[in-house]
Each structure stands twice: as structure tokens, then as C-alpha cells.
């Protein structure tokens, strides 16, 4: 299968507070899994990303864990701000024939920083 | 800036139309990736080119074709318009075919009237 489930859709934090994303995956293949931000109007910026080889990474207040066993992957970010207000999507590698391989992407999570 | 460059930034046309939007990849990046973004939906992936070479088809329509040219930039082709292939086009680019770092574009905003 090609599926990637993101949950929640929507998800509201206090400035300050941590937010937590999540993944899951269908295809025992996929081996690369990044994270976007898409703010309104602009285009998905890549703001970490992590291989099926780790389990997890962080960039500063940033944090992606990837569970191969149960093909999840989730994104933590502490320490919200205001401008971490956006659309975030979580993706993963499909890989198809003759090598060539396409991202699948969750369908978004819209996250609001309350001030 | 991702260093990919989309144009035109937006477009609008009739129904019936044909139309042509162009992506830049980065440079020494041989693979860029067409994806369509409908109203409040999430990426859909329509082709990939490599160094010149389709390499995959997603969900494209048969009114859709894409080229990659010798000095790899991309061009994605739109003929027939109808009002539901309203949508922001991106290309991504990455170094090879294997997925690295894909780096989107600014996109195209296409409205068909």
C-alpha cells in the first residue's frame, strides 16, 4: 500500500506548550521520511527529515522518532512560538520500479499557536 | 529560497485551455517532481522525471504530459482545462533517485475559469 495517515487534522497549543504530529506508514520499504511546513499561500519547506537507519533526530526545538516496527513516525516541536502557526505534513518514500522512488504524503495538520 | 524556480506564479485561463507551467530545479539537481495541491487537500504526486527520463506516473490525468529537457528544467502541460484542475502546481527537485532532500518550489496557482 501507498497510505500515510496523519492524525490530528487540526491541533491547538498554548504558546510555550509542546505539539505532537503523527505518522503512520504502509509500506514496509519506505526508508525516508521528512517533515514540511507550509505556510498560507507558499510552498512546502522540508524542516527535518529522518531515515528508516535512525530512530530518531532534533534540530534545535524540532525532534522527528521513527518506529520501524509499528511504521510510525511522529514530529515533536517544544517550545512553541507564534510562528510555528502553519500546515505541517509528514511524507514517506515509495519506492517503484526500475528504482525510481515518489513521496506519499499525509493529508496535513493544521496547527494553531494561541498566544 | 529553495532554489527552485517556478513559473508563472500565477495563471488564470478558460475552461477548454491549454497550458504550460516551467520549474527550474536546483542546480546539479537531476530529478524534479510535479505534485498538484487542491483547496485544503494535501500533495498529490503527478510525475517524476530523472536526468531526462520519466521515471513514474502518479495520479496524472491523460490531459496532463510533462517533459524534462537537456539542461533539466521541466515543463508540465495542461490541456483541456476544466474548472476542478484549479489547483497550486509544485515541482521538487532532489540530487538523484534516490530520495535525499526534495526542495519544493514557490509553486503556480492555477485558476480556470
Known amino acids: 500500500g501507498e497510505n500515510v495517515e496523519q492524525h490530528p487534522s487540526t491541533l491547538s497549543v498554548q504558546e510555550g506548550d509542546s505539539a505532537v504530529i503523527k505518522c503512520t506508514y504502509s509500506d514496509s520499504a519506505s526508508n525516508y521520511f521528512p517533515w514540511y511546513k507550509q505556510e498560507l499561500g507558499k510552498r512546502p519547506q522540508l524542516i527535518i527529515d529522518?531515515?528508516?537507519?535512525?530512530g530518531e533526530k532534533k534540530d534545535q526545538r524540532i525532534a522527528v522518532t521513527l518506529n520501524k516496527t509499528a511504521k510510525h513516525f511522529s514530529l515533536h516541536i517544544t517550545e512553541t512560538q507564534p510562528e510555528d502557526s502553519a500546515v505541517y505534513f509528514c511524507a514517506a518514500s515509495i519506492k517503484l520500479i526500475q528504482g525510481a522512488q515518489k513521496l506519499v504524503f499525509g493529508q496535513g495538520t493544521r496547527l494553531t499557536i494561541n498566544p | 529560497d529553495s532554489g527552485v524556480t517556478q513559473t508563472p506564479k500565477h495563471l488564470i485561463t478558460a475552461t477548454g485551455q491549454r497550458v504550460t507551467l516551467r520549474c527550474s530545479p536546483r542546480s546539479g539537481d537531476l530529478s524534479v517532481y510535479w505534485y498538484q495541491q487542491s483547496l485544503d487537500q494535501g500533495l498529490q504526486f503527478l510525475i517524476h522525471?530523472?536526468?531526462?527520463?520519466?521515471?513514474a506516473k502518479g495520479n496524472i490525468l491523460e490531459r496532463f504530459s510533462a517533459q524534462q529537457f537537456p539542461d533539466l528544467h521541466s515543463e508540465l502541460n495542461l490541456s483541456s482545462l476544466e474548472l476542478g484542475d484549479s489547483a497550486l502546481y509544485f515541482c521538487a527537485s532532489s540530487p538523484q533517485t534516490e530520495l535525499t532532500e526534495a526542495f519544493f518550489g514557490q509553486g503556480t496557482r492555477l485558476t480556470v475559469v
Open positions: 529522518i531515515r528508516s537507519n535512525v
Open positions: 522525471y530523472y536526468n531526462g527520463e520519466e521515471r
